[in-house]
């Protein structure tokens, strides 16, 4: 299958620091890329959809100033988590597709972030 | 009502056993099905993909598709040790989105 490699895969991080996190395609263009969060023992929530070179799409109730997401190649989405809250502590992961509306998509190793 | 369910278990199973896992949904758009294999701390690797109806096989590991139904289910024969993991299915339409059930955390005892 395609890979997807996140950056990095753990963080520590002081309160009110910034963070960023890296997602890359390495053997394919993703057109669309996904950034999820993903709490101890629960399932992935989505937080924002990326397309190569435009905004993105933030779910309901995902700050997107405090969540910022670069989509800036096909090959590269970042995600940066700003002025960061021991409540920002998570398992953050993105997922990548190579074809618009193709329904698989292939996960990175995902990063879990601790804010302390 | 969740537009997907999933037991979350834990499902705790003897080695060489059987597991059959299962979710519904309530969306009749989904037409793409995916089971996807989660290990303690790691990214959702995907296992299975499914589109409509359906079985599909892939070694010890075969995914069916009832769309009648609204169910999907993953059977995993001879299981082992190293299958235990938390299993995602996730389902989608034809556009972007994707949506998750809440994974079922397996274990298989030696």
């Known amino acids: 299958g395609a890979v997807v490699s996140q950056h990095p895969s753990w963080v520590i991080c002081k309160s009110g620091t910034s963070v960023k996190i890296e997602c890359r395609s390495l053997d394919f263009q993703a057109t669309t890329m996904f950034w999820y969060r993903q709490f101890p023992k629960q399932s992935l929530m989505l937080m924002a959809t990326s397309n190569e070179g435009s905004k993105a799409t933030y779910e309901q109730g995902v700050e997107k100033d405090k969540f910022l997401i670069n989509h800036a190649s096909l090959t590269l989405s970042t995600l940066t988590v700003t002025s960061a809250h021991p409540e920002d502590s998570s398992f953050y992961i993105c997922?990548?597709?190579?074809?618009?509306?193709?329904?698989?998509?292939?996960f990175g190793q995902g990063t879990r972030l601790t804010v302390v | 009502q969740k537009e997907v369910e999933q037991d979350p278990g834990p499902l705790s199973v003897p080695e060489g056993a059987i597991v059959s896992l299962n979710c519904t949904y309530s969306?009749?758009?989904?037409?793409?099905f995916m089971w996807y294999r989660q290990y303690s701390r790691k990214g959702p690797e995907l296992l299975m993909y499914?589109?409509?109806?359906g079985n599909k096989e892939d070694g010890r590991f075969t995914a069916q598709v009832d769309k009648s139904s609204k169910y999907i289910s993953l059977f995993i024969r001879d299981s082992q040790p190293s299958d235990s993991a938390t299993y995602l299915c996730?389902?989608?339409?034809?556009?972007?989105?994707?949506?998750f059930g809440a994974g079922t955390r397996l274990t298989v005892k030696p």
């Open positions: 499914t589109y409509s109806s």
């Open positions: 969306n009749s758009a989904f037409q793409y």
């Open positions: 997922s990548a597709k190579e074809l618009l509306g193709q329904a698989e998509a292939f």
């Open positions: 996730a389902m989608s339409d034809n556009n972007n989105d994707m949506r």
